[in-house]
């Protein structure tokens, strides 16, 4: 189905042809209709579908044809990361482009300046506040927001914001915001804990859960199976045998991270390391300089393998198996995007193969393991079956399912509108990430 089928705007139109975009996903296609119509929206699709533009169109579309306050915050979109606050900003810029509408994101980790030009945004009703929870309470209990006119509340990526501990955070601004709005829960897994938050916040939602796909069947896959020990050697041999040049390496800790960052700088490879001890203006720094080609290697914890959109990664590399096999599809999903070929290696330490076998039965294959170089020495045998390397939590799977029946208008956010105004330059400011990413 093609945008101009389901939005109203010509201006958004406009920008959405400026930014090639013609035909929805089929996150897209489901969730655009279901917001249009008003209904509040429990949403499940992995990283890649496209469920930004699927809750950022319709709200646009809304925002610029009805009225609203002119000088009150419209809409609050919550996000785990200050990377993904960030991103969703500059999408947000990129679509309202031809149109009046004002958005502000706020994070933290920034200079007093940043959190003064946060405050006078926050202050001057944006229409759009795109926020991470701990620097939105900040801003709450200073008294620099109101969020009583709110009609729209989006959480982007909420299994992860629940997984950082974000749930008291969440139910805290929740109990700041009118009880007559419409909300919308995305998310790329569904465990029960995500039930449970939208059970508390959402009023007869409209269900979309689309299956987690596999990883693109352009991704070559393959495994190590080795000691700990055994694992920087065989990165060094892939390395020697492949140059690097657009290569994320996900390690399970920052400690981890910045060893194998120091190590591989060592060997004189082109290495950046992404991790929640970085500084912003360093992390932005360090994304600029992997996107621009100047970093051919970024080591990085999990705070890149989902959200961050960077197309053209040649390779991932699993230093460490994910902890849910999920992670996993996330992370080679970093690589084969826009139809380009890609690599995925994974090194399976002894403590890590029962977890690898989930990840197999979620992929409903073997992955090919490559016997190690000779002068590494003996590789422990694979047993998929030993369950004394860690207990997997049981994974839950959903199809595809929810109608397109589409509608304008919605009666709950009809008593409070008034004409949109134009409020000015959106500004840039920051949110601070749980150290344990």
């Given amino acids: 189905m093609r945008f101009d089928q389901l939005l109203r705007n010509d201006d958004l139109l406009d920008a959405l042809w400026d930014m090639h975009f013609d035909n929805c996903t089929p996150i897209q296609e489901q969730a655009i209709p279901m917001v249009l119509d008003g209904r509040d929206l429990l949403a499940c699709a992995q990283t890649g579908t496209g469920k930004t533009a699927a809750y950022l169109l319709p709200v646009i579309d809304i925002l610029s044809t009805e009225d609203f306050p002119s000088d009150a915050i419209n809409c609050v979109i919550m996000a785990p990361t200050r990377e993904l606050a960030q991103q969703i900003d500059q999408q947000m810029q990129g679509f309202s482009y031809f149109l009046p509408i004002s958005s502000i994101p706020v994070y933290g980790g920034t200079d007093g300046h940043t959190y003064e030009q946060q405050r006078r945004g926050l202050k001057a009703g944006a229409d759009v506040v795109i926020a991470t929870p701990g620097r939105l309470l900040a801003h709450l209990s200073m008294g620099s927001v109101d969020l009583s006119k709110v009609s729209f509340f989006i959480l982007d990526e909420a299994d992860r914001m629940l997984d950082m501990g974000f749930f008291d955070d969440i139910m805290q601004i929740v109990g700041r915001l009118p009880k007559?709005?419409?909300?919308?829960?995305?998310?790329?897994?569904?465990?029960?804990?995500?039930?449970?938050?939208?059970?508390?916040?959402?009023?007869?939602?409209?269900?979309?859960?689309?299956?987690?796909?596999?990883?693109?069947?352009?991704?070559?896959?393959?495994?190590?199976?080795?000691?700990?020990?055994?694992?920087?050697?065989?990165?060094?041999?892939?390395?020697?045998?492949?140059?690097?040049?657009?290569?994320?390496?996900?390690?399970?800790?920052?400690?981890?991270?910045?060893?194998?960052?120091?190590?591989?700088?060592?060997?004189?490879?082109?290495?950046?390391?992404?991790?929640?001890?970085?500084e912003q203006d360093?992390?932005?720094?360090?994304?600029?300089?992997?996107?621009?080609?100047?970093?051919?290697?970024?080591?990085?914890?999990?705070?890149v393998a989902r959200g961050i959109d960077i197309d053209d990664i040649e390779m991932v590399v699993n230093f460490d198996v994910p902890r849910e096999a999920e992670d996993y599809v996330h992370r080679v999903g970093r690589t084969a995007r826009a139809d380009r070929d890609g690599k995925a290696i994974t090194f399976i330490s002894d403590k890590d193969m029962y977890k690898f076998r989930q990840i197999e039965q979620l992929l409903e294959k073997e992955v090919e393991k490559v016997p190690?170089?000779?002068?590494?020495?003996?590789?422990?045998?694979?047993?998929?079956?030993?369950?004394?390397?860690?207990?997997?939590?049981k994974r839950r799977y959903v199809k595809a399912a929810g109608d397109n029946k589409q509608s304008k208008g919605n009666p709950k956010r009809g008593h409070r509108r008034r004409k949109p105004a134009n409020k000015g330059q959106k500004t840039n400011n920051d949110i601070k990430t749980p150290s344990n990413q």
């Fill in 282 to 303: 360093k992390r932005e720094d360090v994304i600029l300089d992997f996107k621009s080609g100047k970093i051919k290697i970024l080591v990085a914890t999990d705070i």
């Fill in 372 to 393: 190690l170089p000779a002068e590494l020495g003996d590789a422990p045998q694979y047993k998929a079956s030993d369950k004394r390397s860690g207990g997997a939590r």
């Fill in 180 to 278: 007559e709005r419409q909300t919308l829960l995305f998310s790329a897994t569904m465990p029960p804990k995500i039930q449970q938050l939208a059970n508390k916040i959402l009023n007869d939602p409209h269900e979309i859960k689309l299956a987690v796909s596999k990883p693109a069947d352009k991704i070559d896959q393959k495994a190590y199976v080795c000691y700990e020990t055994q694992k920087l050697p065989v990165l060094l041999s892939v390395f020697k045998a492949t140059v690097p040049e657009r290569v994320i390496v996900f390690s399970s800790s920052k400690l981890k991270v910045k060893e194998l960052a120091r190590v591989l700088k060592k060997e004189r490879f082109s290495v950046g390391e992404m991790h929640s001890d970085l």
